[in-house]
């Protein structure tokens, strides 16, 4: 019989929660859920190493623990700082915390074009909703922003580095899913970017998934480029059978008609089983699809303002043919 793991305790923002050793102080705020929980741009729980890069994730520790009650004298990242039994955290109750966050925001978006209006990501888009919350009105950037050309990086997958800011999220996922990855960083510090050097293309069978884990719009699904803003489609949970992946997607509707295929994601956009490139970018058909209903959408997001769970009364022909 296998001994009862011991629980260790820790308080963020004032709520406190018991958690398995080990456990980072970003899942146990998840744990608690609601407005505590820090924002990550870079971790990625599916993905291993994923995590301490953009900083957005940054809290005050003011108690270290009950054996050693000394605060951290520094902001410390939550997605890689494990919880010691006993610990306070503070994430949105600190005046640093909301401060360095700012500053975050300030430096992901030095580079970042204001490409919203035609970008494919715009709806649901991370680095939207952390500068509507935490970034400034206008920009201190006075010098010129980094600038690259658009490429496509295989048969279905264009990379916007103008975009990035990079995660390096689609490196792990292309790495741990792949047995054949051909795109990393290249160059450093400010002249870093997302490349395959020498244009290769990325065509292995699991590659779609870059797209998905990508937290802004610089890596773009091909077939769905330009065709619809996301609030102007229906999401529907569907399955298939499938001999290479679960099966187990989103399908985003246009009327009947299937206008992209995406995995299905957790509430903090992070994808519960990844799936193949058959089901993303061929199987386009609802024919090929078992609907299981529709998907479940907050209701605080743009999404939400054309989704549907019940049938529209049969007089409005409209709705009905949205």
């Known amino acids: ?39 990550a741009m870079c971790y990625y729980k599916p993905l291993k190493g994923s995590g301490g890069k953009c900083r957005t994730c940054l809290v005050e520790v003011s108690k270290g623990s009950e054996k050693d ?12 700082t494990t919880v010691m039994d006993g610990m306070e955290v503070k994430n949105i109750t600190s005046e640093r915390v909301v401060d360095a966050r700012k500053g975050v925001v300030e430096f992901l978006l030095i580079n970042h074009p204001l490409d919203c209006p035609v970008c494919d990501q715009a709806g649901e888009c991370s680095l939207q909703d952390l500068a509507f919350e935490h970034g400034a009105d206008t920009s201190r950037y006075e ?41 990393g960083v290249l160059k450093r510090g400010d002249a870093a970017e997302i490349g395959t050097h020498i244009q290769n293309s990325l065509d292995n069978e699991f590659i779609g998934n870059v797209i998905d884990v990508c937290p802004v719009g610089a890596l773009t699904d091909k077939t769905f480029r330009f065709r619809s803003r996301v609030w102007y489609t ?40 990844f799936i193949c490139n058959d089901c993303r970018f061929n199987k386009k058909d609802l024919k090929d699809w078992n609907v299981e209903g529709p998907r479940k959408i907050n209701r605080h997001s743009v999404i939400s303002t054309n989704h549907y769970e019940k049938a529209a009364p049969a007089h409005t022909t409209l709705l009905n043919k949205a």
């Open 1 to 39: 019989m296998s001994e009862q793991i011991q629980k260790i305790t820790v308080t963020i923002d004032g709520k406190t929660v018991e958690v398995d050793p080990g456990t980072t102080i970003l899942n146990a705020a998840r744990q608690i859920g609601g407005n505590i929980v820090p924002p």
């Open 69 to 80: 009650p000394r605060p951290m004298p520094k902001l410390v990242a939550s997605c890689s």
């Open 143 to 183: 010098f010129k922003r980094r600038e690259f050309d658009k490429i496509d990086i295989g048969e279905y997958i264009k990379l916007h580095m103008t975009r990035c800011i990079l995660c390096y999220r689609c490196v792990y996922t292309a790495n741990q899913l792949t047995s054949n990855r051909e795109h």
């Open 234 to 273: 229906k999401p529907m949970d569907a399955s298939c059978s499938c001999d290479k992946c679960s099966g187990k997607v989103v399908l985003w509707m246009i009327g009947n008609e299937v206008a992209r295929v995406t995995a299905r994601k957790d509430q903090y956009g992070e994808v519960e089983e």
